[in-house]
T-cell receptor, first 115, second 109 residues
Framework: GAVVSQHPSRVICKSGTSVKIECRSL??????MFWYRQFPKQSLMLMAT?????????EQGVEKDKFLINHASLTLSTLTVTSAHPEDSSFYIC???????????FGSGTRLTVV | RKEVEQDPGPFNVPEGATVAFNCTYS??????FFWYRQDCRKEPKLLMS???SGNEDGRFTAQLNRASQYISLLIRDSKLSDSATYLC??????????FGKGTKLSVKP
């Protein structure tokens, strides 16, 4: 089946630094990538939607200059958390779709801790 | 009103019990409905899609009532391995998924 590889699975960084999270679709072309964030005991919340070759669409309240998304190819999307702060500590997870109705595949998630 | 609402639980049940989860959604235009399972600190995994006619997969039965905007999941003969958080999910306007907060299930021996 479709596989999305997400790295790193866990990262601890200092306040003020930037962290890049990668999601790769291994055996299919992902026309759209969704980036979600999940705080403890909360639901997964959509942060942004990216389509290959175009700018990402951010959800209300998500700072596009802080969470940089690049979807340069049909198999790779990256999320960079810039100038990270402790409140950015969360579980970040990507989901790729080929555009078919039930074609959602999730990455394994990245647990970010900012100290 | 939240887009997808679920009872957070926890539901603590003995092995072999039958347990039911309910969910309501606010967008009447939603077309796709799912139940996902999420284990602690892991990514969500699709448990089953939910169809208007209702569908069953082994011990799991899902029902959808479009008129009431209500989705349910029934688990029969609970196993210890069923312990997890069950997420009610509907499709969003951008092709994304909208997740409920989840219902935590703990199956005890």
């Amino acid at each position: 089946g479709a596989v999305v590889s997400q790295h790193p699975s866990r990262v601890i960084c200092k306040s003020g630094t930037s962290v890049k999270i990668e999601c790769r679709s291994l055996d299919f072309q992902a026309t759209t990538m969704f980036w979600y964030r999940q705080f403890p005991k909360q639901s997964l919340m959509l942060m942004a939607t990216s389509n290959e070759g175009s700018k990402a669409t951010y959800e209300q309240g998500v700072e596009k200059d802080k969470f940089l998304i690049n979807h340069a190819s049909l198999t790779l999307s990256t999320l960079t958390v810039t100038s990270a702060h402790p409140e950015d500590s969360s579980f970040y997870i990507c989901s790729a779709t080929t555009g078919t109705r039930y074609g959602y595949t999730f990455g394994s998630g990245t647990r970010l801790t900012v100290v | 009103r939240k887009e997808v609402e679920q009872d957070p639980g926890p539901f603590n049940v003995p092995e072999g019990a039958t347990v039911a989860f309910n969910c309501t959604y606010s967008n009447s235009a939603s077309q796709s409905f799912f139940w996902y399972r999420q284990d602690c600190r892991k990514e969500p995994k699709l448990l089953m899609s939910v169809y208007s006619s209702g569908n069953e997969d082994g011990r799991f039965t899902a029902q959808l009532n479009r008129a009431s905007q209500y989705i349910s999941l029934l688990i029969r003969d609970s196993k210890l391995s069923d312990s997890a958080t069950y997420l009610c999910v509907v499709d969003g306007s951008q092709g994304n998924l909208i997740f409920g907060k989840g219902t935590k299930l703990s199956v005890k021996p």
